[in-house]
Structure formats: structure tokens, C-alpha cells
């Protein structure tokens, strides 16, 4: 059976897709490669935009693009280090 | 039992300085380092660890400046209601704060299995500490505050148990715990100590010193958790 990913590892997911393209991924394959449905997708998407992780950009298309702040990278730098710390003091 | 705090002994003054000066920056170093890590992920249980430390923090602050101030003020009789005043606000800070930290303490390793049941409201906390510090400083008795933090002890050795129990596996966990139960035990000691018993300056000594080293270990355990793969 699959583990059900917590909240800071989907926003880990969320934040590594957008780092492996470059810094720069669509709404619609960032969609389809987190594994989330449309609608918990669209919840954690404008929660990283409210909390400054990422930021949108318009392309050359007219079209959205998903791009990381700072504190996007900061987070996927810190991530492990989180994680470990709340499982060693049981948080 | 003696009216009110025994706060003034003078042997004792410069060792109950140096204990919650020590203390007091373990706590604020492990609050402020943690700090980081909860900006970036606002998790709840990161948020009540670091709660734990910021009213530890606080009690041992109000205990450093009681002190400080007894020690050093020049004419008794010209201080002595502001002595009064001042020992009086500090006892209710002291009590509401050290009410909080074990609350925090407790609740960090077990807000999980409450949150289902959707009971994330503090206020009862604070409202809980505020009426446990009220009815000691009106009744001049820390007997409410020292029963309170008693039964939460034993909740604290339960859940301590329990988790055990499911992560027997994992040693670094259940020598958490124990570092969390003998802090938590040491602390209610130390105020029965104070409190209640005439202050034995040797016993004093040895747990003034247990705690110390306690809060130290745990501020390498959080330094050393959070330099690891950075």
C-alpha cells in the first residue's frame, strides 16, 4: 500500500517538479505530475503563491508559467533537514 | 508552609541566577534557531516545540530578574512594597508561563491525534494557565500550579509510554522522551523544592545542576539536528 504523502512532502514534490524544468513548468504538466487532483492541486498552488514559494510569469504565448522564489529554494534546500528534525522530536 | 515564595534566600541567590541564566539562553537559542524552519513551513507541531521553549524562556527570565533585582536593591524598607508588587507580578508570570511551557511540552507529541477531532484552540491553554496562576497568587499557594503540572506529568509518562511502545525500534526517540520526562520531572522537583520545603541548598545544587545539563543536551540535540544535511 502507498503511503499517503504528508503536507510538506507534496509541497516538496510540488516545488522539486518546478526546479527539474528549469524554473520554469506550466500549470497543466505541473498539474499532471504531482499526482494530485485538479482540485487539492489548485489549493496547494494558490497556498505557495500566498506564502511566496513560487510566482507566475507570462510567457512569450501569452500563456502562465510557474517559477520559484528564494524561499521556494530555500525550502527544498531545508526540506530533509525538516523533515528529519520533526520525526526525531516526534513533532 | 511558608507565606509565600521563598524566592530571597541569600546563599542561594547567585546559583539561582547562574541556573536560569543558563537556562534561559538554552531556551533562546533553541528558539530562535527553529525559527527558520517554522517561517518556511508553518507546521504545528514545529510551532508548539518551539512554544515549549519560548515560556520555559520566559519563566526562567522572570526567576534571572527577581533575583537580580532582590540582589541588588539598595535600601529594603524604601523597596519593600515594590518588592512586594514586583514579587507578586512575577509569581503569576512565573506560574502562567511555566503552566504554558509544560502544556506546550506535552501537547508538541500528542497535538496529532487531537487534531481529527479538530481541537486546535489554544485560548483554553492560556485560559487554563491564567486561572491555575491566579488561584496560586490569590491563595498564596503554588498547590493548584504544582497538582496541575503533576497530572499533566503523568499524561506525559503515558503518552511517553505509549509511543514507546510503537517506536521501540527507534532509540533516539523513546531517549527523547526521557530527556522530555526528566526535565518535566526536575522542574516540578525543583518547585516543590522552593515552595514547599525549606531550601536545602545541596539538593538544590544537584538538581539546579541536573536541569542544566538536561536543557543543555537537548539545545545540542536541536543544533545538531538542524546543521545535519543542510
Excluded at chain 1, 514559494?53 to 508559467?65: A, M, P, T, V, Y
Excluded at chain 2, 513551513?41 to 533575583?67: C, D, E, P, Q
Amino acid at each position: 500500500m502507498v503511503k499517503k504523502r504528508g503536507k510538506l512532502e507534496v509541497i516538496y514534490d510540488i516545488l522539486k517538479i518546478i526546479m527539474l524544468h528549469k524554473n520554469s513548468i506550466k500549470t497543466t504538466p505541473l498539474l499532471r505530475q504531482s499526482n494530485l487532483s485538479s482540485e487539492r492541486f489548485l489549493q496547494y498552488l494558490s497556498e505557495l503563491l500566498e506564502k511566496g514559494f513560487i510566482r507566475e510569469i507570462k510567457d512569450s504565448s501569452d500563456g502562465k508559467l510557474i517559477t520559484l522564489t528564494d524561499k521556494g529554494f530555500k525550502y527544498l534546500e531545508r526540506y530533509k533537514t525538516i523533515n528529519s528534525f520533526i520525526n526525531e522530536f516526534g513533532l | 508552609m511558608p507565606p509565600g515564595p521563598i524566592f530571597f534566600n541569600h546563599y542561594t541567590i547567585w546559583i539561582e541566577m547562574i541556573y536560569a541564566l543558563v537556562v534561559l539562553v538554552s531556551c533562546w537559542l533553541i528558539y530562535a534557531r527553529t525559527r527558520e524552519m517554522y517561517e518556511l513551513t508553518s507546521h504545528n507541531g514545529i510551532k508548539y516545540f518551539r512554544n515549549t521553549f519560548l515560556f520555559f524562556g520566559i519563566t526562567y527570565a522572570v526567576r534571572f530578574f527577581m533575583h537580580l533585582f532582590m540582589t541588588f536593591r539598595i535600601n529594603p524598607r524604601l523597596f519593600e512594597h515594590i518588592a512586594f508588587g514586583i514579587r507578586d507580578f512575577s509569581f503569576f508570570i512565573m506560574i502562567y508561563a511555566s503552566c504554558m511551557a509544560t502544556i506546550y511540552l506535552t501537547y508538541s507529541i500528542f497535538w496529532k491525534k487531537l487534531e481529527k477531532y479538530e481541537f486546535s484552540n489554544v485560548y483554553i491553554f492560556h485560559m487554563a494557565a491564567i486561572i491555575i496562576a491566579l488561584i496560586s497568587l490569590l491563595r498564596n499557594s503554588p498547590g493548584v500550579f504544582l497538582s496541575f503540572q503533576s497530572v499533566l506529568f503523568l499524561l506525559l509518562i503515558i503518552i511517553s509510554f505509549i509511543n514507546y511502545r510503537k517506536t521501540r525500534h527507534k532509540g533516539s526517540f523513546s531517549q527523547l522522551y526521557l530527556l522530555y520526562l526528566l526535565i518535566f520531572g526536575l522542574w516540578i522537583i525543583s518547585n516543590i523544592i522552593e515552595f514547599i520545603i525549606i531550601f536545602s541548598t545541596l539538593i538544590g545544587l544537584i538538581i539546579y545542576g541536573i536541569s542544566v545539563l538536561l536543557f543543555i543536551i537537548l539545545l545540542i540535540k536541536v543544533l545538531k539536528k538542524l546543521k545535519n544535511k543542510r
